[in-house]
C-alpha cells in the first residue's frame, strides 16, 4: 500500500480564491510528521508547511494552512487567496517515527499539479 | 547564506559510464539525505547521513549506487555501470540534525543515453 496518496493529479483555481490539495497517508506508527512542499517548474523543492502527529492544532503559514484530520489520515493542503505564482506541483510528504535522532527521511506522493487562472 | 548547491546541473552520459554527482550541504548542516526525482513522480529516498556515516542506505537501488561524505560536509553520490533506468533528477537536502525541515538543492538531471 502506498504511504502517501495524492489523488488529484492536476487542480485548477482562479486567481484569489481558495484551494485544497487532497493528501492521504498510511502509517502504524503513533510518531510521525506530515510535510507540503511546492516544486515550481525551475525544479527545486520549497517547504511550506509542516504538521507533528502529537499537535493539537492544525499548522498554519500565511496563506497556507494544513487540515489535519488524524482519525481520517488525511492531510491537506488549504491555500487561501490564490496568486498566479502559486502555479507549481505540490508534494505531501511523511516522516515516520521517533527513534531519538535524526533521521527525517521524507516519503513523497506523486504530487498534484496545481494551475492558477487569471 | 548559502543554500544547498549542486553540481553538475546537468550531466549527459552513456550507458555504462561511471558518474559522479556533488552536493554541498547549508554550512553546519550534519544530516544529509539523497533522493531520487523520475519523471512524473514524487522525490524517492536514497541514503542519509549523519555526519560522516551513512546511517540509513536503504533507499539505494542495487550495488551500482554508492555514497560518500569523507569530511561530514560535501557529499559524492557515485553510480557505476550507468544504466536508462537511472536517468532521473537527483536531489540532495541538508537539516541541522535538530530540526524536522529539509532545505533541498536545485538537483542535478541525470541522462543516461
Known amino acids: 500500500a502506498q504511504k502517501i496518496t495524492q489523488t488529484q493529479p492536476g487542480m485548477f483555481v482562479q486567481e484569489k480564491e481558495a484551494v485544497t490539495l487532497d493528501c492521504t497517508y498510511d502509517t502504524s506508527d503513533p510518531s510521525y510528521g506530515l510535510f507540503w512542499y511546492k516544486q515550481p517548474s525551475s525544479g527545486e523543492m520549497i517547504f511550506l508547511i509542516y504538521?507533528?502527529?502529537?499537535?493539537?492544532q492544525n499548522a498554519t503559514e500565511g496563506r497556507y494552512s494544513l487540515n489535519f484530520q488524524k482519525a481520517r489520515k488525511s492531510a491537506n493542503l488549504v491555500i487561501s487567496a490564490s496568486q498566479l505564482g502559486d502555479s507549481a506541483m505540490y508534494f505531501c510528504?511523511?516522516?515516520?517515527?521517533?527513534?531519538?535522532?535524526?533521521?527525517?527521511?521524507?516519503?513523497f506522493g506523486k504530487g498534484t499539479l496545481l494551475t492558477v487562472n487569471p | 547564506g548559502a543554500g544547498v548547491s549542486q553540481t553538475p546541473s546537468n550531466k549527459v552520459t552513456e550507458k555504462g559510464k561511471y558518474v559522479e554527482l556533488r552536493c554541498d550541504p547549508i554550512?553546519?548542516?550534519?544530516?544529509l539525505y539523497w533522493y531520487r526525482q523520475s519523471l512524473g513522480q514524487g522525490p524517492e529516498f536514497l541514503i542519509y547521513f549523519q555526519g560522516t556515516g551513512a546511517a540509513d542506505d536503504s533507499g539505494l537501488p542495487n550495488d551500482r549506487f554508492f555514497a560518500v561524505r569523507p569530511e561530514g560536509s560535501v557529499s559524492t553520490l557515485k553510480i557505476q555501470r550507468t544504466e536508462r533506468g537511472d536517468s532521473a533528477v537527483y536531489l540532495c537536502?541538508?537539516?541541522?540534525?535538530?530540526?524536522?525541515?529539509?532545505?533541498f538543492g536545485p538537483g542535478t538531471r541525470l541522462t543516461v543515453t
Open positions: 537536502a541538508s537539516s541541522s540534525g535538530t530540526g524536522y525541515e529539509q532545505y
Open positions: 554550512s553546519g548542516h550534519t544530516a
Open positions: 504538521q507533528g502527529s502529537y499537535d493539537q
Open positions: 510528504a511523511m516522516r515516520e517515527g521517533y527513534s531519538g535522532g535524526s533521521n527525517y527521511k521524507l516519503t
